[in-house]
C-alpha cells in the first residue's frame, strides 16, 4: 500500500512552459485534492475532486487545470507557468466527503518557476 | 467562510520543555479542527483532531490539543518537547460546503528544539 504518490519530486521550468504533476492513490477514494504551500500562507487549496469525472475549483484555481478520468490518478496541470507559481505542491486523498475524516497526503513536488 | 490565525510563525523552545502552539478559527458554530504536522521535506500528517465529545484530544506521540468553544480556539500543548518534535505544526479547520470536504489551514507554526 503506497498510499498517495506523487512525481516529479523537483521540477524548474521556464516561464511560459507548461508541464502536469502527477498524483496517484491506491487507497480506493473518492476525495481528492490539490494544496500549494507558500511561507508564512500555509496551505491553499487549488482544486479538489468529489469522484471520477467530477472536479471543482477551490480557493486559488487561477493558472491551473485538473482532470479525474479514474479513481487512482488526479493530474494537475500547469497551463503556461509563471513566476508566482513557484510553490510546493501537495496531493491528497481522503475516504468519504463528510468533514471528519483525515486527508492523506502526498510527499509534494517543489517546482521553481524562472 | 472559515479562517485560521496560528498566533506564532515560529517557536523556539529547549529539549523537555513544555510547550504551547496557538490556533485561533472564526466561526463558533459546530466545526471539525485538526493538528497536521510536517516533518522537514515530507508531506503533512494527521496528529490529532476533535470531532467531538470530550473537548480534549490527545496524540500518540503526547501533544494534546483542547477545543474551546467560548474562545473559537484549540492550541496544541505537549509537556515536555524531544529534538524529534522539530518540524512545522498546521491547524485546520473542516467545512462541508455543497457537500464536499474542504480543510482551511493556518499559517502554520515552525518548532525548532534546541538541546
Known amino acids: 500500500n503506497a498510499g498517495v504518490t506523487q512525481t516529479p519530486k523537483f521540477q524548474v521550468l521556464k516561464t511560459g512552459q507548461s508541464m502536469t504533476l502527477q498524483c496517484a492513490q491506491d487507497?480506493?477514494?473518492?476525495?481528492m485534492s490539490w494544496y500549494r504551500q507558500d511561507p508564512g500562507m500555509g496551505l491553499r487549496l487549488i482544486h479538489y475532486?468529489?469522484?471520477?469525472?467530477?472536479?471543482d475549483q477551490g480557493e486559488v484555481p487561477n493558472g491551473y487545470n485538473v482532470s479525474r478520468s479514474t479513481t487512482e490518478d488526479f493530474p494537475l496541470r500547469l497551463l503556461s507557468a509563471a513566476p508566482s507559481q513557484t510553490s510546493v505542491y501537495f496531493c491528497?486523498?481522503?475516504?468519504?466527503?463528510?468533514?471528519?475524516?483525515?486527508?492523506?497526503f502526498g510527499p509534494g513536488t517543489r517546482l521553481t518557476v524562472t | 467562510a472559515q479562517s485560521v490565525t496560528q498566533l506564532d510563525s515560529q517557536v523556539p523552545v529547549f529539549e523537555e520543555a513544555p510547550v504551547e502552539l496557538r490556533c485561533n478559527y472564526s466561526s463558533s458554530v459546530s466545526v471539525y479542527l485538526f493538528w497536521y504536522v510536517q516533518y522537514p521535506n515530507q508531506g503533512l500528517q494527521l496528529l490529532l483532531k476533535y470531532l467531538s465529545g470530550s473537548t480534549l484530544v490527545e496524540s500518540i506521540n503526547g501533544f494534546e490539543a483542547e477545543f474551546n468553544k467560548s474562545q473559537t480556539s484549540f492550541h496544541l500543548r505537549k509537556p515536555s518537547v524531544h529534538i524529534s518534535d522539530t518540524a512545522e505544526y498546521f491547524c485546520?479547520?473542516?467545512?462541508?460546503?455543497?457537500?464536499?470536504?474542504?480543510?482551511?489551514f493556518g499559517q502554520g507554526t515552525r518548532l525548532t528544539i534546541n538541546p
Open positions: 485546520a479547520v473542516s467545512e462541508l460546503i455543497q457537500g464536499a470536504q474542504k480543510l482551511v
Open positions: 487507497m480506493n477514494h473518492e476525495y
Open positions: 491528497a486523498s481522503s475516504y468519504e466527503l463528510a468533514g471528519a475524516n483525515e486527508q492523506y
Open positions: 475532486s468529489v469522484g471520477a469525472g467530477i472536479t
